[in-house]
């Protein structure tokens, strides 16, 4: 096989709650996962003969992706080069779509697909085991994404439950232009007492009762405090959306993209077109079963 072509699913936390802090200074969570139809496309080609190991082109040409020796899709490559015992040489193409700084798991879901991509290009045969256990040393999101769908996802991330699907329903979702650092805003927590409101219970609850009306009302994330003293719109916007007929709205990781649950698409799209979220709108969107699909 010379290329293998892959949808990468972005991904918004029902609930996030944090539930402690490891010796290694890692935070504990327990949080909802839910894939969405937003995605990543991505290509994979053997460079063989090319003088190449590893080369990413992007588009757009300037998506934020990190460091160039630091971004999940090279980290990714790394590990299974390690793995293999061997160099892989691959050209990879990225198709950026999912907007970075979000909380929408951009970059895990890259680094995913990216082990999934290499596996295959290369035949290596990597079991859904062994590629998880890679996913958890790419980074805390890359075990979800690589599996997608709805789980519960508790020590670090790495620890995932299969929840069965939400009732159907629309995602509306807008993101300041400002983004926020996921460690600036876990070295903010550590410092600050923040009220733990459990929202991960009733979420499971609803979704398995399969009540849209009760997981709209029960979505909710520990960190939204905080990134929302950093960047006001977070508030702002899920004001809007709610005032805008979302029934339920929360922050998606640690920020800074919002959402709004609606059971109308029409309602949806509506929404991120009002006065309050111009500008600020990502998309609607549909929750999704795959973390990496084929093209």
């Known amino acids: 096989m010379k290329r293998i072509r892959l949808r990468a699913h972005a991904k918004v936390n029902y609930s996030l ?80 779509r999912v907007p970075a700084g979000a909380g929408l798991g951009g970059g895990s879901a890259d680094g995913a697909a990216t082990l999934v991509g290499l596996s295959e290009l290369y035949g290596l045969g990597l079991s859904e085991e062994e590629l998880l256990g890679i996913a958890a040393r790419v980074g805390a999101d890359v075990p979800f994404c690589l599996l997608g769908g709805t789980r519960l996802g508790e020590g670090v991330g790495e620890r995932l439950t299969p929840l069965p699907p939400p009732p159907e329903h629309y995602i509306a979702v807008a993101k300041p232009e400002a983004s926020a650092s996921t460690a600036e805003i876990f070295r903010i927590y550590d410092r600050r007492s923040v009220e733990r409101k459990g929202n991960s219970r009733p979420v499971m609850a609803a979704i398995r009762a399969g009540s849209l009306t009760r997981l709209a009302s029960s979505v909710g994330n520990d960190l939204a405090p905080l990134t929302a003293a950093l960047v006001p719109e977070v508030l702002d916007y899920e004001r809007a959306l709610l005032e805008a007929g979302a029934l339920g709205t929360a922050m998606t990781g640690s920020g800074t993209a919002v959402y709004g649950i609606f059971a109308d698409e029409r309602r949806a799209r509506a929404a991120l077109l009002g006065e309050k979220l111009a500008g600020a709108a990502v998309g609607v969107f549909r929750p999704a079963r795959s973390g990496v699909e084929p093209l």
Request: aromatic share 6%.
């Open 17 to 96: 709650e944090v539930t402690g802090v490891r010796d290694d200074g890692y935070h504990t969570l327990r949080t909802v996962f839910q894939s969405i139809s937003l995605a990543d496309e991505l290509s994979f080609e053997r460079a063989e003969g090319r003088g190449e190991g590893f080369a990413l082109e992007v588009e757009p040409p300037k998506a934020p992706l990190g460091p160039p020796g630091e971004n999940t899709v090279r980290r990714a490559w790394e590990l299974v080069c390690e793995r293999a015992g061997r160099t892989l040489p691959v050209r990879v193409s990225l198709l950026k």
